[in-house]
C-alpha cells in the first residue's frame, strides 16, 4: 500500500525548535518530490515545501522561508522538515504529501497525504 | 505572491450542479489540481492536471480549466459530496505553490 506516515508533531514554545519527519512506503521514494503544507485551525491549506526527487532542489512558501528546512533520506525513504524561530501563527496540522508524476522537481499536485502531525506553539 | 481566488461559498441541491471557479494569472500556462477536504480529514485529489480523474473519484467530478479559470463541476451532487474544496497550482516561476482559499460547498 502506498502511504506516507508524519511524525514528530507537539508542543513548543514560541522561538523554540522541532522536527518533523515523514516516513514512506509502498511506492519506489527516490522517483518524487515531496511536499509539506498545512493548515492552522479553522483556516485553509497552505503549501509550505517541496523538495526534488534527488533533493537538490528545495522551496519555501514566503512564511516559513529562512525559518524551516526540508531535508530527504532517499536511503531510507524519509523527508524531514526542520523547522526554527517558531512563532504562534505557525500552530497547525502539517501534512506530508507525494507528487502525482514520478518527476524530479515536483511541479505537479500532490496524490497521496498523511493523516497529519499537529504543532501547537505557545507558552 | 501568487494568488487564485475561490468564492467562499457554494449551496446546492442534491442531485443538482455544483460549479466551483478558481481564477489565477498563471493557469493559461499552468495544472489546476482540486483537492477536497472533509471535516477532521486529510484532503483528496479529485481533479489532476485540470481535468484527470483520479482511480476511485466518481464520475460526477470533472475539471476544466480556460484561460485565467479553471473550473470543477460535480454533476449530480450527493449528501456526501458535502466538503470544503482547494484549488492547487504553481507559479510562472515554477518556485512557488499556492491553493486557493477553499470552497466550502453545502449540499441543502
Known amino acids: 500500500e502506498v502511504q506516507v506516515l508524519e511524525s514528530g508533531g507537539g508542543l513548543v514554545q514560541p522561538g523554540g525548535s522541532l522536527r518533523l519527519s515523514c516516513a514512506a512506503s509502498?511506492?519506489?521514494?527516490?522517483?518524487?518530490?515531496m511536499f509539506w503544507v498545512r493548515q492552522a485551525p479553522g483556516k485553509g491549506l497552505e503549501w509550505v515545501s517541496v523538495i526534488h526527487s534527488g533533493g537538490d532542489g528545495k522551496y519555501y512558501g514566503d512564511s516559513v522561508k529562512g525559518r524551516f528546512t526540508i531535508s530527504r533520506d532517499n536511503s531510507k525513504n524519509t523527508v524531514d522538515l526542520q523547522m526554527n524561530s517558531l512563532r504562534a501563527e505557525d500552530t497547525a496540522v502539517y501534512y506530508c504529501a507525494r507528487d502525482t508524476v514520478a518527476s524530479a522537481s515536483g511541479d505537479y499536485g500532490m496524490d497521496v497525504w498523511g493523516q497529519g502531525t499537529t504543532v501547537t506553539v505557545s507558552s | 505572491s501568487y494568488e487564485l481566488t475561490q468564492p467562499p461559498s457554494v449551496s446546492v441541491s442534491p442531485g443538482q450542479t455544483a460549479r466551483i471557479t478558481c481564477s489565477g494569472d498563471?493557469?493559461?500556462?499552468?495544472?489546476a489540481y482540486w483537492y477536497q477536504q472533509k471535516s477532521g480529514q486529510a484532503p483528496v485529489l479529485v481533479i489532476s492536471?485540470?481535468?484527470k480523474r483520479p482511480s476511485g473519484i466518481p464520475e460526477r467530478f470533472s475539471g476544466s480549466s480556460s484561460g485565467t479559470m479553471a473550473t470543477l463541476t460535480i454533476i449530480g451532487v450527493q449528501v456526501e459530496d458535502e466538503a470544503v474544496y482547494y484549488c492547487y497550482s504553481i507559479d510562472n516561476s515554477d518556485n512557488h505553490r499556492v491553493f486557493g482559499g477553499g470552497t466550502k460547498v453545502t449540499v441543502l
Open positions: 498563471a493557469l493559461p500556462k499552468k495544472f
Open positions: 492536471e485540470d481535468n
Open positions: 509502498g511506492f519506489t521514494f527516490s522517483n518524487y518530490a
